[in-house]
């Protein structure tokens, strides 16, 4: 079994930048691509960035584009989602996630089978 735990979520301020890590413990986490998503108060969980494993391409939601980076280690296992450039609309829960197959779609939440239990972000204006 793989867990994914989070962490470096936080208070900061609109403008401001926060580094996200994701590490995968229980066993070596070779699936077909990682991904960040996002759940704000009230709203659905949303896609945020992805990371296949075969080649390292990368996938941004619109909203982040520019602005967010996702990046592996696979010595360290680990994930991670630099943002910079921060708004209040990026505050929520962010959940880093893990798929084993390729489904065709890095966007849809049913693609991964893997959860991590999330980790807050908040930008203040």
């Known amino acids: 079994q793989v867990q994914l735990v989070e962490s470096g979520g936080g208070l900061v301020q609109a403008g401001g930048s926060l580094r996200l890590s994701c590490a995968a413990s229980?066993?070596?986490?070779?699936?077909?691509?990682m991904g960040w998503f996002r759940q704000a108060p009230g709203k659905e969980r949303e896609f945020v960035a992805a990371?296949?494993?075969?080649?390292?391409?990368?996938y941004y939601a619109d909203s982040v584009k520019g602005r967010f980076t996702i990046s592996r280690d696979d010595a360290k296992n680990t994930v991670f989602l630099q943002m910079n450039s921060l708004k209040p609309e990026d505050t929520a829960v962010y959940y880093c996630?893990?798929?084993?197959?390729?489904?065709?779609?890095?966007?849809?939440?049913?693609?991964?089978?893997?959860w991590g239990q999330g980790t807050q972000v908040t930008v203040s204006s």
């Open positions: 229980g066993r070596t986490f070779s699936g077909y691509v």
């Open positions: 990371i296949r494993r075969s080649d390292s391409s990368t």
């Open positions: 996630a893990g798929g084993i197959y390729n489904t065709g779609n890095d966007y849809r939440a049913s693609t991964y089978n893997y």
